[in-house]
């Protein structure tokens, strides 16, 4: 078994010797990850398959072309985003510079999830060695196939002195927990996550928590229901319903669900073939237990589509659920399967009522062409990102944050804001210390008179500036140094 302590011990060592702080290492380390992914793409795609039976496209598009475009943008972007921040400033301070300096948290723990087993361990890694970091990752061991592939061919292309694989179960990766890491980020479920955060506790850890929940969908009459079936059901069937931001269940009208049935019958086909099960493109369950538990969730639903699967093959049909209970088991746990239970619901307003009873979900999705009803959804509810009329697709923007609130996760990552997440913004006040700028100290030091107390409240007193705050420091410089000029011509 491999000594946790051992291994945070030389990483440490290795980033205290300053070497993942320097632009040239984070950007060679950066190249080496995107030669990685060209050079192993086979190797890669067959893990993928092994797992979890991905087609090549969506392996290409879900997870490698994924992680080499992360790298590159990491890579493009990585001397700007490692630049201090010179920040607006208060009459106060403006002589002073202020500014943020990003900086490393030291040895950070990255716990990858099964479903999407290379991208959302790989990512978080990237932004971590973009942002000057060791690491230490552990894959999960849900999908070995694509954890030994990663503990292989990692060592090869990044420095191992610096990054570190850990496989093991869930018992070795409790011990893993209870070493005291700078910075934790996990992917995978709520229950987990609690455990994680725990631990983190224990020393103080920040943490990112990347969870789950119930992401709810909501569909009404104003919208072309065809196109609208076609994007519920790729953003159900992708990865077999196994991503974390799949719409989980379907809010729509007594009349609306009947038009929906028969589209999302019709794109099925259209998709997949009129035998999904023979389809190269659709995904399979991980492992029989979560085979068993997806299955039980069906008991006693009423099925108006699908509903047949294959134990063998760990094989479930697209299945759309009706006249659903919302205190049954399958309304009370995250799906994660090709299971979508369809709720009635009046409008947009009991629509909305319903969402806010429960925990607060990681995406929200709203089919509307009315504005009104759109904005509804954007002000009354609270969930970690939300997407109008598509899904999933908002987790392809990385100029957004992706990430939970509440139930379904805490911090958030993707392009800048994974650079951010695994860097300190370091405060830094620079003030000059001569005779000439200890004149405008005086105030602030004893003996204290009704003198310095207006000129305090003068220069910290908050104003609502008539100009662009980017333009003050400018315009107050130039008034400064006329008073100054002029001083210095009646002196002399």
Wanted: negative net charge.
């Amino acid at each position: 078994m491999q000594n946790p302590a051992e291994i945070l011990s030389h990483l440490r060592n290795s980033f205290n010797s300053g070497l993942t702080k320097t632009l040239s290492f984070r950007e060679t380390q950066l190249k080496n990850l995107i030669r990685l992914y060209d050079e192993n793409t086979t190797i890669l795609l067959e893990a993928l398959h092994d797992d979890l039976n991905k087609s090549t496209q969506e392996s290409m598009v879900c997870e490698i072309d994924y992680l080499k475009n992360d790298a590159l943008n990491m890579l493009y972007n990585l001397s700007d985003w490692a630049k201090p921040n010179y920040v607006d400033k208060e009459l106060i301070n403006i002589m002073d510079t202020a500014k943020l300096v990003p900086e490393p948290y030291g040895v950070v723990l990255i716990i990858g999830a099964w479903n999407y087993p290379l991208q959302l361990t790989l990512s978080p890694l990237t932004a971590a060695i973009a942002s000057g970091n060791c690491a230490i990752v552990k894959p999960s061991e849900v999908a070995p196939a694509t954890a030994k592939v990663i503990a292989e061919l990692l060592p090869k292309y990044l420095d191992s002195n610096c990054y570190k694989i850990f496989l093991g179960q869930p018992f070795e990766t409790q011990k893993l927990l209870e070493q005291r890491f700078d910075y934790i980020f996990f992917t995978g479920s709520t229950r987990i996550g609690t455990i994680v955060a725990q631990a983190a506790a224990k020393y103080l850890t920040p943490i990112t928590l990347e969870l789950g929940g119930k992401s709810p969908c909501y569909l009404d009459s104003t919208v072309d229901i065809e196109i609208a079936a076609a994007r519920i059901l790729w953003g159900k069937c992708v990865n077999a319903g196994q991503t974390c931001i799949a719409p989980d269940y379907l809010l729509c009208s007594e009349e609306v669900e009947e038009s929906f049935i028969q589209a999302f019958k019709k794109m099925q086909e259209k998709q997949y073939g009129s035998d999904i099960k023979a389809s190269p493109d659709y995904p399979r369950i991980i492992n029989n237990n979560h085979f068993n538990r997806i299955i039980k969730l069906l008991e006693g639903q009423n099925i108006a589509l699908g509903g047949s699967h294959d134990a063998n093959n760990r094989f479930i049909e697209p299945t759309i659920c009706t006249k659903v209970d919302p205190r049954s088991p399958i309304m009370s746990e995250e799906i994660f399967g090709p299971i979508l239970p369809i709720i009635r619901v009046n409008n947009a307003s009991e629509a909305i009522n319903f969402i806010n009873e429960r925990e607060k979900p990681l995406a929200l999705y709203v089919f509307s062409n009315d504005g009104e009803i759109v904005d509804l959804f954007e002000k009354q509810t609270s969930s970690g990102g939300i997407c109008v009329n598509d899904t999933i697709m908002h987790f392809a923007c990385d100029a957004l944050p992706f990430g939970g609130v509440g139930n379904s996760g805490l911090g958030a990552y993707h392009g800048k804001f994974s650079f951010d997440t695994f860097s300190h913004q370091k405060p830094i006040l620079e003030k000059s210390i001569d005779k000439f700028h200890e004149m405008f100290q005086d105030s602030r030091y004893a003996p204290y008179s009704e003198r310095k107390i207006k000129t305090l409240s003068f220069l910290t007193r908050k104003r609502k500036l008539p100009i662009p705050k980017k333009y003050f420091v400018q315009i107050i410089l130039v008034i400064l140094g006329f008073f100054i000029g002029y001083f210095m011509l009646l002196v002399y």
